[in-house]
Structures are given as structure tokens and as C-alpha cells.
């Protein structure tokens, strides 16, 4: 892929989406706290992008994740 720029807020409407790979891509900016209604979310991977900033709370909502990768980023904090 080529995708590039910042991940939408929006994404947060995709209430039903299961598995996100965006990976090595020119991403950027931070992680929109909507992730958190991706209630069905089981796979995000976003590593090797240019993601900034905290990693927000509302990761931990999504009850059915089990592979979270955001290595090679320039996020910081902890995972909540």
C-alpha cells in the first residue's frame, strides 16, 4: 500500500470491523480516540508508520483484540 496522512476519526464508525492491517505505510499523527468503538476489533497493526503522540484509553475497549502492533512508531506512553 501507499496510504499516507492521518488515520480518520471516522474510523470509529466501522463499529463491525475485525481486522485492520496498516502496516509500513506513510501514516501520521496520532491514534483517534474512536478506535475505542471498534467493538469487534480483533486485529490492529499499524507498525512501521509515523504515528505520534499517547496511545489512548480507549484501546482497551475493544473486548475481542488480540493482536495490537504499533512497534516502529514514535507513539509513547503506556498501554492503558
Known amino acids: 500500500n501507499a496510504l499516507s496522512g492521518q488515520i480518520p476519526e471516522s474510523i470509529g464508525n ?3 470491523l475485525e481486522y485492520f492491517n496498516g ?4 501514516l501520521s499523527g496520532q491514534l483517534p480516540k474512536s ?4 467493538t469487534y476489533l480483533e486485529y490492529f497493526s499499524i507498525n512501521g508508520n509515523a504515528l505520534s ?4 484509553e480507549s484501546i482497551g475497549n475493544p ?3 488480540k493482536h495490537f502492533d504499533v512497534a516502529w ?4 506512553g503506556q498501554l492503558p
Open 73 to 76: 512508531n514514535a507513539l509513547s
Open 63 to 65: 473486548t475481542h483484540l
Open 14 to 16: 466501522l463499529t463491525y
Open 35 to 38: 478506535i475505542g468503538n471498534l
Open 23 to 26: 502496516a509500513w505505510n506513510a
Open 53 to 56: 503522540g499517547q496511545i489512548p
